[in-house]
């Protein structure tokens, strides 16, 4: 079975400048997590997707960070514009269904703002 | 608020040895889930273990087992006979609680060396 790929593996960008990351999920789960990950923290939940439909997006600084799932598959992180406080690890998970089951996550998106 | 407290930045334990690594946990909700996983330098989360709050025998998987002490609101990790590539961040999770079911909420982790 596939795990969950995430691309790409590194970025950098200058502040100010966008970037969009890419997550696949395990075939088959249904609910798809986004959460960043400063150095030395755990993660934090930015968002999540129940087929292609949000259930918590909370956490998720709207003025600059955008996700969609649009065909409840593959889904795209975007931040623009990029401050330096975003240089983080940005990881992609997924799980059967919300609320059951464990959460398998993707090798992660390391992205440094300069 | 702090759902989960991991008060032990890093920990050494000798190869073969065993090691406990804490988790404490608030809620005042019966119905919750806790997770550990495993970091790497890799950087990719790997699931270790799953405890239900109504399940009565703690779990086990392999080298790992969760000593659940519901009272305490505890949930520690136990590994026996450590081996070299254990070392890594490690991560205790709850899912939940009550009506929050699809919230996951991460501790600071615990970062393992083990000394050969």
């Known amino acids: 079975e596939a795990g969950v790929a995430q691309s790409p593996r590194y970025k950098i960008i200058e502040k100010r400048q966008s970037v969009a990351f890419w997550c696949n999920p395990i075939s088959g789960h249904a609910t798809l997590y986004w959460y960043q990950q400063i150095l030395g923290q755990g993660p934090k939940l930015l968002i999540q997707?129940?087929?292609?439909?949000?259930?918590?997006d909370s956490q998720l600084p709207k003025d600059r960070f955008s996700a969609e799932r649009l065909k409840g598959v593959d889904s795209t992180l975007k931040i623009q514009p990029a401050k330096l406080e975003d240089s983080a690890v940005y990881l992609c998970?997924?799980?059967?269904?919300?609320?059951?089951?464990?959460?398998?996550f993707g090798p992660g998106t390391r992205l440094t703002v300069t | 608020a702090q759902k989960i407290t991991q008060t032990q930045p890093g920990m050494f334990v000798q190869e073969k040895e065993a090691v406990t690594l804490d988790c404490t946990y608030d809620?005042?909700?019966?119905?919750?889930?806790l997770f550990w996983y495993k970091q790497p330098s890799s950087g990719e989360m790997i699931f270790l273990i799953y405890?239900?709050?109504?399940?009565?025998q703690n779990a086990t998987e392999g080298r790992y087992s969760l000593n659940f002490q519901k009272a305490r609101k505890s949930a520690n990790l136990v590994i026996s006979a450590s081996q070299l590539g254990d070392s890594a961040m490690y991560f205790c999770a709850m899912r939940g609680p009550g009506d929050n079911f699809n919230k996951f909420y991460f501790g600071s982790g615990t970062k393992l060396n083990v000394k050969p």
């Open positions: 809620t005042s909700d019966q119905s919750y889930g």
């Open positions: 997707f129940q087929n292609n439909g949000v259930v918590d």
């Open positions: 405890q239900g709050s109504y399940d009565e």
């Open positions: 998970a997924s799980s059967l269904m919300v609320g059951q089951g464990e959460q398998y």
